[in-house]
């Protein structure tokens, strides 16, 4: 049926057991497939981010957790997003794996969306008749100033910014992006994080009021992802120099000299730039990371 792979939900249900995996290794058609585990379930150890085989990639929510929190609650530091640059190679790097270990993600079926993530500081699951009771609490949002929808164009601008600054943290970063349905053209459920039980217009694609700028501004970030294979390495970023050429990657500090190790833990320091060496047939890739005003811009 030229299905491409599988996705498993609570993939650590069907995995406490290693049966499951070595009979996936060993079968024909499944061994030569793409399986991606949500490598967690709700038993108590449940959790399981960065504990499967070779030949498995899994959703990582540390991703979205760390590039949310740098850039709309300021809850983490340099240091964690680079890691999730980088790959996050202190979960996935082991037994031969590669960066494409991690799928990286901003936002899934379950939480806000993408513009929703902008413009509400609380969840409003009013309509699932829960009282407000269900779906996450900590959701690392951010408002902008205002609850909902507002009509002040320096809030507006801010909630821009904001969603083109972590659309291109996904899209730069080693690992393989995941971008939500509806992310494209700016879908908001009205600050509903749990909306699997809305069948209507919550939760439909609303082509009609698409926001086409920002539509046209992923297509442009893709094809900068296209264009660059330093972002799409198929070996973990060391910052050692190679024997014909630089180092693969250097970390810059904005006073213009390389990050040293204390740099990485500073609550303060809210700039940064990573350099990646070129690689054959492409380009130079600079990238900077300014939190400072809240807003990014990433560019050959």
Not at 147 to 159: K, M, T, V
Not at 249 to 268: E, L, N, T
């Amino acid at each position: 049926m030229h299905v491409d792979g599988f996705r498993f939900d609570l993939a650590a249900a069907l995995t406490r057991d290693s049966a499951f995996l070595h009979a996936k290794r060993q079968h024909p058609l499944l061994q030569r497939v793409k399986l991606i585990a949500e490598p967690w379930d709700i038993d108590p150890d449940g959790y399981h981010l960065g504990h499967y085989l070779p030949g498995w990639s899994e959703r990582n929510d540390r991703f979205r957790d760390d590039v949310l929190a740098f850039w709309l609650t300021h809850e983490t530091n340099v240091g964690q997003l680079a890691q999730r640059l980088a790959g996050s190679s202190e979960i996935f790097r082991f037994a031969g794996r590669a960066p494409q270990a991690g799928i990286n993600f901003i936002t899934e079926h379950d939480g806000f969306t993408l513009r929703d993530l902008v413009i509400y500081q609380q969840k409003h699951n009013e309509a699932n008749g829960e009282g407000n009771r269900d779906g996450h609490g900590h959701n690392f949002s951010w408002n902008c100033g205002e609850e909902g929808d507002s009509a002040d164009p320096q809030i507006l601008e801010r909630c821009r910014r904001l969603q083109r600054a972590l659309l291109s943290t996904l899209l730069i970063a080693q690992g393989v992006p995941m971008l939500q349905s509806g992310n494209e053209i700016g879908r908001t459920q009205d600050g509903n994080n749990n909306a699997y039980c809305q069948d209507n217009a919550l939760s439909w694609l609303d082509w009609q009021h698409a926001d086409g700028e920002l539509t046209a501004f992923i297509a442009g970030l893709v094809d900068f992802r296209r264009y660059f294979p330093q972002l799409r390495r198929r070996g973990w970023l060391t910052g050692e120099p190679s024997t014909d050429g630089p180092a693969d990657v250097v970390w810059w500090h904005p006073a213009g000299r390389p990050m040293c190790p204390a740099d990485w833990q500073s609550r303060k320091l809210g700039t940064f730039a990573l350099q990646l060496a070129p690689l054959p047939l492409s380009g130079a890739g600079f990238i900077e990371c300014r939190k400072g005003s809240r807003s990014a811009r990433f560019g050959p």
